[in-house]
């Protein structure tokens, strides 16, 4: 089928098979995992589907056989294990957005100068970086580095409303 003109955004529904994933117990969030891009977002060529991590064949932990890498966004933008992609004209609810609206938004791109509400985002750790827990904590770049190849999404929009 094709897309409709009015298709604006993209829900990415992913795999709740209960036999397989023993984390389904938990109830923080309603499953199956929902995310979404806006159209413009996952068309940009830094948006991955991803067969693979680091020369391999994608590990089950980490969304066997296809998920979704978002590098501009918060980690869980990135939906793992995806059965469904569609097209919508209104914007997704999503998995975390559902669960706690005031704490994760649709957008969640990486941005140091807004906050979480219960914690600040301003800066980080690098997984595998000497020290482990105790590395330096180093300043989070705006869009997570990309900035130059993503700003342009955002132009003009107030990023503390639409966090
Ligand atoms: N299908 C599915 N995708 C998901 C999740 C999930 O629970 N189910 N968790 C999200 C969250 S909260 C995070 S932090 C990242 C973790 O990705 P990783 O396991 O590759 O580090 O996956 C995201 N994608
Ligand atoms: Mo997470």
Redesign the pocket.
Known sequence: MQPLGSARYVEFV??ADPQTMP?LRSNV?DW??V?GLRLDEAMHPLTLLAFGMYGEVMPN???APL?LVVPWK????????LVKIRLTDKEPRT??NLAAPQEYGFYSNVNPDVSHPRWSQATERRIGEEGGLLARRRKTLMFNGYEPQVGQLYAGMDLRKFF
Not at 75 to 81: C, D, E, L, Q, Y
Request: glycine share 20%; proline share 5%.
């Open positions: 992913t795999l984390g969030l199956p995992y995310e932990q980490n969304g998920r918060y980690g869980f933008k990135s939906g793992k294990s998995a975390w």
